[in-house]
């Protein structure tokens, strides 16, 4: 069954370190998200991308973070300067266009991001 | 603006015991999808259901089985004769019809005991 993926699944960073978390989509989804959950807390929205630009985003995600889909399969969050309050799950995800706008969201495993 | 709340933060059971975790959501809109997320201590999302705003036929899957009632806005689930594996946090959430993105609740800790 085809999944989505995340590299790497734990990443420790300095603070003011910039870094690139990856996601390989299910490869005919057009549809792309990023979610953050900071620990014990609940599952937050970040971001969504279609077409390659950005649909949607929330008041989190400020000018310190940008989404890429650099080439046909990889679709990458990047946090510029890192801040401790950035240590948090990310997970990404993406869904297909059969079912129109309902078709679910499939999540990947996550990366664990810890800012020292 | 959308709002799903999780009552219950934490709740411990006993092996076998039934359990019910509560979901109680707010949004305006007419259509809307409703689901369940079930994240195990390894941190993953797991899809259970999704169940959307004109279908309020309980469902049932094995042992799990969800009541949808649009009159309270509330999309319950339960567990029938829990089992250790079904420890876990237990997320509920709302998307609306053209909306991207989803609104979580803050989850449901579940416990369930030998």
């Known amino acids: 069954e085809p999944e989505v993926t995340q590299t790497p699944s734990h990443q420790v960073t300095q603070m003011g370190q910039e870094v690139i978390l990856r996601c390989v989509p299910i490869?005919?989804?057009?549809?792309f998200y990023w979610y953050r959950q900071i620990l014990g807390q609940k599952v937050e929205f970040l971001v969504s991308f279609y077409n390659n630009e950005i649909s949607e985003k929330s008041e989190i995600f400020d000018d310190q973070f940008s989404v890429e889909r650099p080439d046909g399969s990889n679709f990458t969050l990047k946090i510029r300067s890192t801040k401790l309050e950035d240590s948090a799950m990310y997970f990404c995800a993406s869904r297909g266009t059969s079912g129109g706008s309902v078709a679910e969201q499939y999540f990947g495993p996550g990366t664990r991001l810890t800012v020292t | 603006a959308q709002k799903v709340t999780q009552a219950q933060t934490e709740i411990s059971v006993v092996e076998k015991e039934d359990v019910t975790l509560d979901c109680v959501y707010e949004t305006r809109d007419t259509t809307y999808y409703l689901f369940w997320y079930k994240q195990p201590p390894s941190g993953e999302l797991v899809f259970l259901i999704r169940r959307n705003s004109f279908d309020e036929q309980n469902e049932i899957s094995g042992r799990y089985s969800w009541n949808f009632q649009k009159s309270t806005s509330s999309f319950n689930f339960t567990i029938t004769a829990s089992q250790v594996v079904d420890s876990a946090v237990y997320f509920c959430?709302?998307?609306?019809?053209?909306?991207?993105?989803?609104?979580f609740g803050p989850g449901t800790r579940l416990s369930v005991l030998p």
């Open positions: 959430a709302l998307r609306n019809l053209y909306g991207q993105n989803f609104v």
């Open positions: 490869s005919n989804h057009l549809y």
